[in-house]
Structure formats: structure tokens, C-alpha cells
């Protein structure tokens, strides 16, 4: 009866000691949650620090608009000299020149208040929506760090779960070697079996280096995002219980996508700022009516050419109401309603566009998860399928009915639906974060759900 290794006897527990032995490896390197990059990327990541910082510089300006609706004051001074020259002859005496240097000096304060300015009113409001705009955009990239973040961690726990499969698979295939050309020299076996042992041996090896090297990339990208170098991601704990999705009717994810998705949201803002515009276009036919007060001093220390050599120094003030009454601009307030029309047609159809891409996309999330679930329970399926299948095997090889490619093609099939079934939890949790990111929900709480799925 040929040889066979302990570790093809007792797979499953080699396998779990390896899943054990890269947790216990993960939390010695300080292990960090989900939760805890997700925070330490907002301080780091540049695209969420430049959606930050467009959202508060939008805000600035839309406080700009709030001062055509307060009164304006400025203060106003000046200095000028003049130089006369006067010649005065008179029946009794010759005639004699007198030079005047008279400097003049004037300071004065001016303030206006606007009484009625439709325009000004209009523009205020469209800054207030404009802040609700960049808002929305500021909501669209925090999500958009937390897809990236999520995805850049699964990303390495997948890849490092790939690898511990394949070290694993090789090792199970370095025994079997050693078992095949243990049974060659004592006549049990072929050198087939050495050869074929070999060549799975050499497959693995690559497949290890190739292993590694994506580890190492899929490393680098999450360190790129989060700032930090040599992060440790949390694992999933075993057994894995995946949280189903909620609500169960995709109806609701699209009712919900299509009023709550910063994308529609910025869409459906920019069309009232567009109605807006067309508002404050039309006031271009309306008066504009303004409060306007000064006061003001002027000194003449060597007087004035009315009153040469005699200082004189005078002061004013005033108080009145100014009304401007356009009459005819070249048609250019006809041309510009029709102008911001066209524009307002343009923002519907965006809109438009907006909700229905959204509703595809929340469709195509919801049906990815639900088809990301049954892939999950079939691998399951398959795992349990494929160790029989080993086992079978083995006692096959035992007894000389399975030769030991039959029994490396086992280990091959399991350890590659294992790694699938790996891959399609994470994808399955992916694709609840991305279901909803597309519906316009996805925030801080539900990475904390996440987290609670991992190994503490």
C-alpha cells in the first residue's frame, strides 16, 4: 500500500493552523479595523482633503453674496493744490500781480444701503444653494474614500489569504513529492507519480512568488490611501456569518437612490439655481432703488479764488434716495432670459440623467449582492464537496484504486474553491458598501458593521 503523508490525512487542520498562525502574525504587527484607516485617511487622503477644502471655500462665497443686501460704507480724502495768478490795476496806482497758492483739502464719508434690488436678493439665494451643492459633492467624496478604503482592504486580506493558501498547497504537494519518490524507489509507485508530484511542486512555487508580489502591491495601495506603512488589516472571524441585505425590495433602493444620491442631489440644486438665474435675468426691466448718505469737510488754509487769502474751511452732509429706471439695453436683458431658459432646460435634462443613472446603478448593485450571496452559499457547498472528494481520494490511494495525480487534481480543486469562497465573501461585503454608496446611505455606521464582522 503506498505511503501517504500526515498532512494529506489531517488537510483541514493544516489549513486552519495557517489561517491561525496569519491572524496571530496580523495582530502582532498591530492590527487595525476598518474603521480605525477610514478615520486616518480622511486626515491623509488629498482627494477628500480637496473636496474639503472646495466645500469651505464654497461657503466663503456664498457669504460674499449676502453684502449686495447690507449697506456699503467707504471713507473718502484727497489733496489738491491750485495756483492763481492775479493782476489788478486800478485809476489810482500801477498795475500789480498777486499769486495765489491755494492748497485744498477734503475728507469725506459716503454710505450706500440698497432699498430694492431684486438681482442682489436672487444672487444671495443661488449662494445658499451653491453651499448645499458643494455639500453634496463633499458627501459624494467622503463615500467615495469609504469605497476605497473598504476596497483597498479587502483587497490585501484577499491577497493574503491567496498566499496562505497556495504556501499551503505547496507544502501539502512538497510531502507528496517526497511520498511518490519514497513509493518509486521501493517499487510502489511509478516515476510518473515523482514527475507529476514535481511539476504541481514547480506550479506552486511560481504561483507563490506571483502570490507574494500582489500582496506586496495590494499592501502599497492601501498604505497610499490611509498614510501609513505596514498595515496589518483585521481578518474576517470564523465562522463567517454574512449580514443579509436590507430592505429586501429593490424598489426602495431606487426610490431611495433617486432622492438621496449626492449626485441627484447636486443635480436637482443645480436646476434650482438655473430657475434662479432666469429670475434674476428677468429684473433686468425693474428699477433698483438705494439709500445714499455723506458726510464731508473741506479746508482751504490759504482760501479760495473767490476769497483769496482768507481760510476758509466748510462742511456738508446729505441724505437722499437714489432710483435708477432702465429704459432700453439693446435687447441684451431679452437675450439673456432666453439664454439662462435654454439653461434651465439643460439643467432638467441633467436631472434627468442623474435619477436614471442612479436607479440602473442602485439595480446593478442590489442584483450584484443577491448574485454575490448565492455564490457564497454554493461555494460552501463546493468546499464541503471538494474535501469529500479528498477523501475519497486518499482512501482510493490507499488501497490502489487512485493513483497520486487523482489525489493532487483533489488538493488542487479545494484549495482553489476555497480561495473562492474567500474572495466571494469579501466581494459580497463590497458590494453591500457599494449598494449603498449608489443609493446615497453609505456613512461611518455601516464600516462599523463591518468591523464587527472582523476577528478582535
Same mark, same amino acid.
Given at each position: 500500500?503506498?505511503?501517504?503523508?500526515?498532512?494529506?490525512?489531517?488537510?483541514?487542520?493544516?489549513?486552519?493552523?495557517?489561517?491561525?498562525?496569519?491572524?496571530?502574525?496580523?495582530? &502582532?504587527?498591530?492590527?487595525?479595523?476598518?474603521? $480605525?484607516?477610514?478615520?486616518?485617511?480622511?486626515?491623509?487622503?488629498?482627494?477628500?482633503?480637496?473636496?474639503?477644502?472646495?466645500?469651505?471655500?464654497?461657503?466663503?462665497?456664498?457669504?460674499?453674496?449676502? &453684502?449686495?443686501?447690507?449697506?456699503?460704507?467707504?471713507?473718502?480724502?484727497?489733496?489738491?493744490?491750485?495756483?492763481?495768478?492775479?493782476?489788478?490795476?486800478?485809476?489810482?496806482?500801477?498795475?500789480?500781480?498777486?499769486?495765489?497758492?491755494?492748497?485744498?483739502?477734503?475728507?469725506?464719508?459716503?454710505?450706500?444701503?440698497?432699498?430694492?434690488?431684486?438681482? !442682489?436678493?436672487?444672487?444671495?439665494?443661488?449662494?445658499?444653494?451653491?453651499?448645499?451643492?458643494?455639500?453634496?459633492?463633499?458627501?459624494?467624496?467622503?463615500? =467615495?474614500?469609504?469605497?476605497?478604503?473598504?476596497?483597498?482592504?479587502?483587497?490585501?486580506?484577499?491577497?493574503?489569504?491567496?498566499?496562505?493558501?497556495?504556501?499551503?498547497?505547496?507544502?501539502?504537494?512538497?510531502?507528496?513529492?517526497?511520498?511518490?519518490?519514497?513509493?518509486? $524507489?521501493?517499487?510502489?509507485?511509478?516515476?510518473?507519480?515523482?514527475?507529476?508530484?514535481?511539476?504541481?511542486?514547480? *506550479?506552486?512555487?511560481?504561483?507563490?512568488?506571483?502570490?507574494? !508580489?500582489?500582496?506586496?502591491?495590494?499592501? *502599497?495601495?492601501? =498604505? #497610499?490611501?490611509?498614510?501609513?506603512?505596514?498595515?496589518?488589516?483585521?481578518?474576517?472571524?470564523?465562522?463567517?456569518?454574512?449580514?443579509?441585505?436590507?430592505?429586501?425590495?429593490?424598489?426602495?433602493?431606487?426610490?431611495?437612490? $433617486?432622492?438621496?444620491?449626492?449626485?441627484?442631489?447636486?443635480? #436637482?440644486?443645480?436646476? =434650482?439655481?438655473?430657475?434662479?438665474?432666469?429670475?434674476?435675468?428677468?429684473?433686468?426691466?425693474?428699477?433698483?432703488?438705494?439709500?445714499?448718505?455723506?458726510?464731508?469737510?473741506?479746508?482751504?488754509?490759504?482760501?479760495?479764488?473767490?476769497?483769496?487769502?482768507?481760510?476758509?474751511?466748510?462742511?456738508?452732509?446729505?441724505?437722499?434716495?437714489?432710483? !435708477?429706471?432702465?429704459?432700453?439695453?439693446?435687447?441684451?436683458?431679452?437675450?439673456?432670459?432666453?439664454?439662462?431658459?435654454?439653461? $434651465?432646460?439643460?439643467?432638467?435634462?441633467?436631472?434627468?440623467?442623474?435619477?436614471?443613472?442612479?436607479?440602473?446603478?442602485?439595480?446593478?448593485?442590489?442584483?450584484?449582492?443577491?448574485?454575490?450571496?448565492?455564490?457564497?452559499?454554493?461555494?460552501?457547498?463546493?468546499?464541503?464537496?471538494?474535501?469529500?472528494?479528498?477523501?475519497?481520494?486518499?482512501?482510493?490511494?490507499?488501497?490502489?484504486?487512485?493513483?497520486?495525480?487523482?489525489?493532487?487534481?483533489?488538493?488542487?480543486?479545494?484549495?482553489?474553491?476555497?480561495? =473562492?469562497?474567500?474572495?466571494?465573501?469579501?466581494?459580497?461585503?463590497?458590494?453591500?458598501?457599494?449598494?449603498?454608496?449608489?443609493?446615497?446611505?453609505?456613512?461611518?455606521?455601516?464600516?462599523?458593521?463591518?468591523?464587527?464582522?472582523?476577528?478582535?
Amino acid at each position: 500500500m503506498p505511503f501517504l503523508p500526515s498532512s494529506l490525512r489531517k488537510l483541514p487542520l493544516t489549513l486552519s493552523l495557517a489561517v491561525a498562525a496569519s491572524a496571530l502574525t496580523a495582530q &502582532a504587527a498591530q492590527a487595525q479595523s476598518l474603521f $480605525e484607516l477610514v478615520e486616518q485617511a480622511r486626515g491623509y487622503d488629498a482627494p477628500w482633503q480637496s473636496a474639503k477644502a472646495q466645500y469651505d471655500a464654497t461657503v466663503s462665497r456664498g457669504q460674499q453674496a449676502r &453684502a449686495g443686501l447690507l449697506p456699503s460704507v467707504a471713507a473718502q480724502a484727497g489733496v489738491s493744490t491750485a495756483h492763481t495768478q492775479y493782476r489788478v490795476k486800478t485809476p489810482t496806482m500801477t498795475a500789480q500781480n498777486f499769486d495765489l497758492h491755494g492748497p485744498s483739502q477734503q475728507a469725506a464719508i459716503v454710505a450706500s444701503q440698497p432699498l430694492f434690488r431684486p438681482a !442682489n436678493r436672487i444672487a444671495f439665494q443661488q449662494g445658499q444653494r451653491g453651499v448645499e451643492i458643494a455639500q453634496a459633492q463633499l458627501d459624494a467624496a467622503d463615500q =467615495d474614500l469609504l469605497i476605497r478604503v473598504s476596497q483597498a482592504y479587502f483587497d490585501v486580506l484577499a491577497a493574503q489569504d491567496t498566499l496562505n493558501v497556495v504556501q499551503t498547497q505547496k507544502k501539502a504537494i512538497s510531502e507528496q513529492l517526497a511520498s511518490a519518490k519514497s513509493n518509486f $524507489e521501493l517499487g510502489n509507485a511509478t516515476i510518473t507519480d515523482s514527475r507529476e508530484a514535481q511539476a504541481r511542486h514547480d *506550479l506552486a512555487s511560481a504561483q507563490e512568488i506571483a502570490a507574494t !508580489n500582489d500582496l506586496q502591491v495590494k499592501k *502599497l495601495a492601501l =498604505d #497610499q490611501i490611509v498614510g501609513r506603512v505596514g498595515i496589518a488589516p483585521l481578518p474576517l472571524a470564523h465562522p463567517v456569518v454574512l449580514p443579509v441585505v436590507e430592505p429586501s425590495d429593490i424598489t426602495q433602493w431606487v426610490d431611495t437612490a $433617486e432622492s438621496t444620491q449626492p449626485v441627484v442631489r447636486q443635480a #436637482q440644486i443645480a436646476l =434650482d439655481v438655473a430657475r434662479l438665474e432666469t429670475k434674476k435675468a428677468e429684473t433686468g426691466h425693474l428699477p433698483t432703488v438705494d439709500l445714499q448718505a455723506s458726510y464731508g469737510m473741506q479746508r482751504n488754509p490759504n482760501g479760495m479764488t473767490s476769497q483769496p487769502f482768507v481760510h476758509s474751511r466748510a462742511t456738508s452732509a446729505s441724505v437722499g434716495v437714489a432710483l !435708477n429706471m432702465p429704459l432700453f439695453a439693446g435687447f441684451a436683458v431679452q437675450n439673456r432670459v432666453k439664454e439662462t431658459l435654454s439653461l $434651465e432646460e439643460k439643467a432638467q435634462a441633467d436631472l434627468d440623467n442623474a435619477r436614471r443613472n442612479v436607479a440602473q446603478a442602485s439595480r446593478a448593485a442590489y442584483l450584484g449582492v443577491q448574485s454575490g450571496m448565492g455564490q457564497v452559499k454554493a461555494l460552501e457547498a463546493a468546499v464541503a464537496s471538494s474535501q469529500s472528494a479528498l477523501d475519497a481520494n486518499r482512501l482510493g490511494y490507499q488501497v490502489g484504486v487512485r493513483v497520486n495525480i487523482d489525489i493532487l487534481n483533489a488538493q488542487s480543486q479545494l484549495y482553489q474553491t476555497q480561495r =473562492d469562497l474567500a474572495k466571494a465573501r469579501y466581494d459580497v461585503l463590497m458590494g453591500q458598501l457599494k449598494l449603498r454608496q449608489a443609493a446615497g446611505i453609505l456613512g461611518d455606521e455601516d464600516i462599523a458593521k463591518v468591523d464587527g464582522l472582523l476577528m478582535k
